[in-house]
């Protein structure tokens, strides 16, 4: 089981990124799949995340707004479009998926696969 994030990079305050992430190995189409970051010295925070059948979003409230995550079952893949870019949005961003298909929430203990994480850079 495998999760794959990328799309990360560098990009000037204002601008937009697209991150991707895949699953292979298993494709965690009944479940909710959600993204967190870290900024360095940091602990890892919530942004966002979506329910399987694509009703339901929760984001946190420093990117409500800004960001939008979406998801295609049939690629196995989440998206997180983020726009509006902060220099304080620069952080690895991980995606997850849940402990068990009913879990739907912001916590990480509650998410037990992780994706390699992809590198977000803000400049101001």
């Known amino acids: 089981v495998q999760l794959q994030a990328s799309g990360g990079g560098l990009v000037q305050a204002g601008g937009s990124l697209r991150l991707s992430c895949s699953a292979s190995?298993?494709?965690?189409?009944?479940?909710?799949r959600a993204w967190f970051r870290q900024a360095p010295g940091e602990e890892r925070e919530f942004v966002a995340a979506?329910?399987?059948?694509?009703?339901?979003?929760l984001y946190a409230e420093s990117v409500k707004d800004r960001f939008t995550i979406s998801r295609d079952n049939r690629k196995s893949t989440v998206y997180l479009q983020m726009d509006s870019l902060k220099p304080e949005d620069t952080a690895v961003y991980y995606c997850?998926?849940?402990?068990?298909?009913?879990?739907?929430?912001?916590?990480?203990?509650?998410?037990?696969?992780w994706g390699q994480g992809t590198q977000v850079t803000v400049s101001s």
């Open positions: 979506i329910s399987y059948g694509n009703k339901n979003t």
């Open positions: 190995g298993r494709t965690f189409s009944n479940y909710a």
């Open positions: 997850a998926a849940p402990t068990r298909a009913i879990i739907f929430g912001s916590a990480a203990k509650e998410y037990a696969f």
